[in-house]
């Protein structure tokens, strides 16, 4: 009973989400990451960058950026990241904003990486806007000019 067994399949064997929710993949980044729906929230978005950057899907990551971030260099710049670094773990520490009927919104996170043999954290707040209706990522604001203070 492994395979492929569709979205009604037993929950608790499945494993667990990568971006750190304790649901299976399946009920939480998994349906957004195969497209199948949409994040309602920003924070739900930036939760299934974090696991596609685990699963190294960078066609999703590349969807998923704001048209006004892409370039011709993302996909190269996306590759060269997922290439070097071996992801640990995701903790959202702040959200602003990024609801269900917001236009904007801010998550503040910190992921735990591997690169080089040396764990790392990476602070990051994202910023998310709405493009045609979904949520995308815009850019990073920035750790240091604004520390939650939060820890
Ligand atoms: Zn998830």
Redesign the pocket.
Known sequence: MSEYAGPESVKTEEPL?????D?S?SD???PFIQRIVKPSTAEALM??R??AYVMNTIDYLEETTHPKSRNRDTRRELENTLSEIGWIGLRVTGVVGGGPSDKSGKVSLVADYIVGGSPKSHRERSRFKRYRGEWKYLDDQGSQEEMDGSD
């Open positions: 989400c990568p971006c750190g929710s649901k993949h939480c980044c998994g939760r299934s974090y696991s």
